[in-house]
């Protein structure tokens, strides 16, 4: 991919509609994600938060019948165009998914496996990306002695923290993270929160979360999702919107829609 | 619950009575007991049928049997055979059998296949073995007999020229056979009735299923047939079908699961795999007649290489067909074990940027390998049992020549059970039930290996 971006935003969403099959689940979504920041999305169940984040690091290809209409910019090139390869999309852009989903092989390999299929043999190498991999998921501490054992075997918290680990040992530009916490306890959430706040020193992050006091407390921007609902003949057809989109503390304190406001103070959703 | 206990008042409270509510919990119970009755009966009716089953095979398999040898012994020497030494054996050979000297020299120590063996120059025939220089050149018929009695002598051991006399010469013989159950309960009667009928021989025990049995090949009477040939046709023809049925099948599945869009085709193969997997294996017996036998006979013949002594009818054939019944099985499994790798696994692996082959080879079939292999021991148990498609595909009944290769004619385990069963000598239904204990032994070795693979490669999510 040639980099010929000197716009701010890492991603940028212009006009996007998501498709499954005959089914249009997003609709018209234009948005720039800033770089080097965090950006929350929320809304409630099924208004296609998540379907806009897998469609940033085309994991909705992975679905049946899934397409998109519009663009999404990363470096000033269309993700979807037709040079360009998914695999290589989603080197760039990582992702760390709701349910921490390590691999069923040894610590070292699962931050190793990234590097590894993108070629690197060297043993020397490899040991320092898995060791700073480790540091920078804030997991080196509690491993370093165990590198062998099982990935599975740790904790919930470990685990998602090693699937974060896993994520920027490729060395990404943009981590996706699909509601990274919401199988978690409260410590091992503010484990993760904590450690967000130190990847977004390097990294551009997009974090999709239900919990609003998550997204008032890790984010800087918020962008706030809602359903549309239209009858059909006497079918009614579902999709989801995006209703506001601007900083953190402005969106929660002086939203500019009705529909954010009831939304966030807890009226709906 | 107690009388005085008030109970809440709704409305199922108001229209089951307490009373009622007890004689329902009593019936629901029972339902639930007769359950698991049935249940339970089921298990035992398995268990029992198959102890049945094994009874009965046992059963023949051992038992008291008269042995009447062909020349006394004691008419050979005047001290017990294995007291004698080598060259005392080898004189009662001259004597007794100078014409089977070359056949004993070709069983034991030939290096040649049996059709060349009276036309190859002795250094061919006896390569690596102890012959005089000077014979190199001639030809096993040039020589006399003292020739080749000094070459066995000087090959073999006394126990092996022992062993020769016995087989060559004494050719004991089973006369008589009585099953395990008799033996055992009702030994005198039996005894009597051997005195009585066969006074000048041996009553013994004889377990029919033998380290000589499964080495030796077959024969004519029952009491030296082995089971060599049938049972390295089935090695041989086990190993084409693994070489072929199982990459192919695991390949078709991972293309099914991994690749192929989930269309109306898709979904018409994969109905129609499941469907052949029904047919009845005779009619896989006709398919591989008609394609492997004949239409491509000169492959399967090995003409093509230049072999010119068989027909389609070989090894090769006969493997390809059992490949292709099993394929269907295979695939079906495959697809299960690869469609129970947690979809979260593929989605980690793509999301690091590793291809759709690299997610395959990487994470998906190193987890799905426990299920495929569940399927691989079903599906090759049921392979190695399989007769009827190869009576279609021309199995020889009745072989003594051991298969080499590829190429070679051929007979499996199961058509030589099948064969012995129909002999009406009662001697065979105890070659035959021997027979059935080693297959079984085959299939329990097999299954053992790839449970004790499944269980070390597997893995917990």
Not at chain 1, 103 to 129: Q, T, W
Not at chain 2, 35 to 54: E, K, M, P, Q, T
Not at chain 2, 185 to 207: G, N
């Amino acid at each position: 991919m040639s980099y010929n971006g000197n716009s701010s935003y890492a991603i940028e969403a212009r006009a996007l509609d998501v498709y499954y099959g005959d089914y249009r689940a997003v609709h018209n979504i234009s948005m720039g994600i800033t770089r080097r920041k965090v950006t929350a999305f929320i809304g409630p169940s099924g208004c296609g938060k998540s379907t806009v984040l897998r469609a940033f690091n085309r994991m909705n290809d992975l679905v049946e019948g899934a397409r998109v209409a519009g663009e999404i910019l990363y470096r000033g090139q269309n993700l979807y165009g037709d040079d360009v390869d998914p695999v290589e999309v989603r080197r760039r852009i990582g992702m760390v998914f709701q349910k921490a989903n390590p691999f069923p092989k040894s610590i070292y390999d699962n931050v190793a496996y990234g590097p590894r299929v993108l070629g690197m043999r060297n043993k020397k190498v490899l040991d320092e990306i898995v060791e700073n991999s480790l540091k920078g998921a804030a997991l080196w501490d509690e491993v370093k002695n165990d590198l062998k054992k099982s990935g599975l075997a740790l904790s919930g918290g470990q685990q998602q923290r090693l699937c974060i680990a896993r994520t920027i040992a490729v060395e990404p530009e943009v981590i996706l993270m699909d509601e990274p916490c919401s199988a978690l306890d409260p410590i091992a959430t503010q484990r993760i929160e904590e450690l967000m706040q130190d990847l977004v020193k390097t990294y551009t992050i997009i974090i999709v979360t239900h919990n609003m006091q998550q997204a008032l407390r890790v984010s800087d921007y918020t962008a706030f999702y809602n359903i549309r609902k239209q009858d059909v003949g006497n079918k009614e057809i579902r999709w989801g919107e995006l209703v506001e989109f601007g900083p953190t503390k402005q969106l929660f304190s002086d939203p500019e829609q009705q529909e954010t406001a009831d939304y966030i103070s807890g009226r709906f959703g | 619950m107690s009388a005085q206990e008030q109970p809440i008042t709704g409305i199922l409270n108001r229209e089951v009575s307490e009373d009622q509510y007890r004689r329902n919990l009593r019936a629901r119970q029972r339902r639930g007991t007769v359950a698991r009755g049935f249940f339970f009966g089921a298990n035992v009716f398995a268990l029992l049928a198959l102890l049945a089953l094994l009874l009965h095979i046992v059963n023949q398999a051992f038992g008291l049997v008269v042995i009447r040898n062909t020349v006394d012994p004691s008419t050979l020497a005047a001290s017990p055979l294995e007291a004698l030494s080598e060259p005392e054996l080898v004189d009662i050979i001259v004597r007794e059998a100078p014409n089977r000297v070359r056949v004993m020299i070709r069983d034991s120590l030939s290096q040649v296949p049996d059709t060349d063996f009276t036309t190859a120059p002795l250094d061919a025939v006896l390569a690596g073995k102890i012959y005089p220089p000077e014979l190199a050149e001639v030809t096993i018929n040039d020589t006399t007999v003292e020739q080749q009695a000094a070459i066995l002598s000087d090959n073999l051991g006394q126990g092996d020229i022992h062993d020769l006399v016995i087989s060559s010469i004494v050719r004991p013989l089973v006369v008589r056979s009585w099953n395990l159950l008799p033996s055992l309960t009702d030994r005198a009667a039996i005894e009597a009735e051997a005195a009585a009928q066969y006074p000048d021989d041996s009553l013994q025990f004889r377990a029919w299923v033998s380290w000589d049995f499964i080495t030796s090949s077959v024969s004519s009477s029952a009491t030296t047939a082995g089971l060599r040939t049938a049972l390295l046709g089935t090695f041989y023809i086990m190993a084409v079908t693994a070489v072929f049925g199982l990459p192919i099948a695991i390949g078709a599945a991972i293309y099914l699961e991994e690749y192929a869009s989930d269309n109306w085709i898709e979904r018409i193969i994969e109905t129609n795999i499941r469907n052949l997997a029904a047919i009845p294996s005779v009619i896989y017996g006709m398919l591989g007649l008609a394609v492997f036998v004949r239409a491509l006979g000169a492959v399967t013949s090995g003409a093509f290489l230049g072999i010119t002594d068989t027909n389609g009818r070989t090894v090769l054939s006969a493997g390809l067909t059992l490949a292709l019944l099993i394929m269907p099985v295979l695939i079906v499994n495959a697809q299960e074990a690869i469609r129970a790798v947690p979809r979260a696994i593929r989605e980690a692996s793509y999301g690091l940027g590793a291809t759709r082959w690299q997610t395959v080879s990487r994470q998906v079939l190193p987890a799905a390998i426990p299920g495929i292999l569940t399927g691989v021991i079903l599906s090759l148990s049921r392979a190695i049992g399989e007769t009827a498609p190869l009576l279609v595909v021309g199995a020889s009944t009745f072989i003594g020549i051991d298969p080499s290769g590829f190429f070679s004619k051929f007979t499996v385990v199961p058509i030589q059970i099948y064969q012995w069963t129909s002999r009406p000598e009662q001697e065979f239904k105890n070659v035959a039930a021997a027979a059935i204990i080693v297959l079984l032994t085959v299939m329990i070795l097999m299954n053992l290996v790839a449970i004790i693979s499944r269980n070390r490669l597997s893995v917990r999510y």
